[in-house]
């Protein structure tokens, strides 16, 4: 089986209104989930469409009404990075951590976390290829 540290990707759909995206996320996260991760961190900004996922004891499912909880996963993944430098410093291979994000916007947009949600993805961002 092909282990996730392997793919050290960030990826992006992007596409007109009903084009597709979230069909094709609901493809690849079925492809994704049975791999070898820590953590899986889903925010559906839709409500409910990538819900299915919840099966997976690993899986952190939050929708557009739970935007604090998300932006709390995620600034403790975001925080968890330099665990996870050390990690790689003694020679361990830490498991990675999958987070997946559609219609972000939702939480972006939010007055109250859209701050600590758009610091805590950029830190993960810049710092995931390093980390695998």
Known sequence: MTTPERFGIRLAVLGKTRSGKTTALYRLLSALIPLRWSKIIIFDGKRDTLR???????????????????TAALET?????????DQLEAEENPAPVLIVADEIQAATRDKDHRQQVKMALMLISEQSGALG
């Open 77 to 85: 993944a975001a925080n968890g990075m330099a665990q996870r430098y």
């Open 52 to 70: 299915f996922t919840t099966a997976d004891p690993r899986v952190q499912f939050f929708n557009n009404r739970q935007i604090p909880q998300f």
